[in-house]
């Protein structure tokens, strides 16, 4: 169960808090060593 704190964040959000580049944070994706996204609409992720 998630806490009311938890939230989804986009793509640049990401990049801003975990310091890597968009390609890294896919490569890590594709090793499964970052999570995966989530659809949240037909044409976004989070």
Known sequence: MTSATD???RL???VH???LS???IY???S???FPRQ???A???VA
Do not use: F, K, N, Y
Request: hydrophobic content about 40%; charged content about 25%.
């Open 7 to 9: 939230r989804l964040l």
């Open 12 to 14: 640049p959000e990401v």
């Open 17 to 19: 808090r975990v310091g």
């Open 22 to 24: 968009r390609t890294t």
């Open 27 to 29: 490569s890590l994706i």
């Open 31 to 33: 090793t499964g060593e």
């Open 38 to 40: 989530i659809v949240i």
């Open 42 to 44: 037909p044409r976004a």
